[in-house]
């Protein structure tokens, strides 16, 4: 007696037929496997943002560096610019005080002539005659000193503000004159009525002026009184022409 074949219950049944052809698929034609690229990402993006980090604090350090420099620079730029201002006003005082220095110093050792009238006068007479004594007051000789003199009859009292006399006379050359005097006269040659009008509102003005070189610099004095009147020995400056350099 013939054995019956044992039949698969999935050869009969097409539903299983269905899934046995489906995993046959799919065991000859695996799925490729799944990746997962989230996590690369995540790891680009950390690196990414450590990278910014550092970069970021590269450059907070370099600008505080640079402030740091400037401000370093500054400070010693304005250091050195007070002690430049301090260095330039320490030269000056030291200029001008040695200018004071050298100025005083030839002011003590130059030769200054002084000028006055004497009590040797004769104004009684047409030709009134007024005598002056010139003095070097200083400490070295005057060089080439001359001087020129002359007399008028002025009205007074003369002028407060007003120099009504001038220098342009006769020259008459002295030389040199050491610390010592001299003395010179003004001739006033009077005109008729002078002698009246003196005993009024009129005197006799003699005024003159002497140069002289020391130091190699000329000097002046300038001289100019008022003589005579009522009282035969009245004397006085003149409020102009009496001055000196």
């Not at 009590?119 to 005057?142: C, Q, W, Y």
Request: include cysteine.
């Amino acid at each position: 007696m013939a054995e019956e074949p044992i039949l698969n219950p999935s050869e009969s049944d097409p539903a299983a037929q269905k899934r046995a052809a489906e995993a046959a698929k799919t065991q000859s034609n695996p799925s490729p496997p799944k990746t997962d690229i989230s996590a690369g990402i995540k790891d680009d993006a950390n690196s990414y943002n450590g990278k910014h980090d550092v970069q970021e604090w590269w450059k907070v350090g370099v600008e505080t560096l640079t402030l740091v420099a400037v401000v370093w620079y500054a400070c010693i730029a304005s250091r050195q610019l007070t002690q430049m201002r301090e260095a330039t006003i320490a030269t000056a005082s030291a200029a001008q005080t040695a200018s004071a220095t050298l100025d005083f110093t030839r002011q003590i050792n130059r030769a200054y002539i002084a000028v006055k009238p004497t009590t040797g006068r004769d104004i009684s007479s047409d030709l009134p005659i007024i005598v002056f004594r010139m003095a070097n007051l200083g400490h070295v000789p005057a060089l080439t000193v001359r001087h020129q003199v002359q007399g008028a009859v002025c009205k007074y009292p003369l002028p407060p503000d007003r120099d009504v006399f001038n220098d342009d006379g006769l020259w008459q050359n002295d030389g040199t004159l050491g610390p010592e005097s001299t003395d010179f006269y003004a001739r006033i040659h009077l005109q008729p009525g002078d002698r009246t009008m003196l005993q009024q509102d009129r005197r006799l003005c003699a005024y003159g002026i002497v140069q002289y070189t020391t130091l190699n610099e000329v000097h002046y004095t300038r001289f100019c009184y008022v003589i005579g009147g009522i009282l035969p020995d009245f004397t006085e400056h003149c409020p102009v022409h009496n001055d000196s350099n």
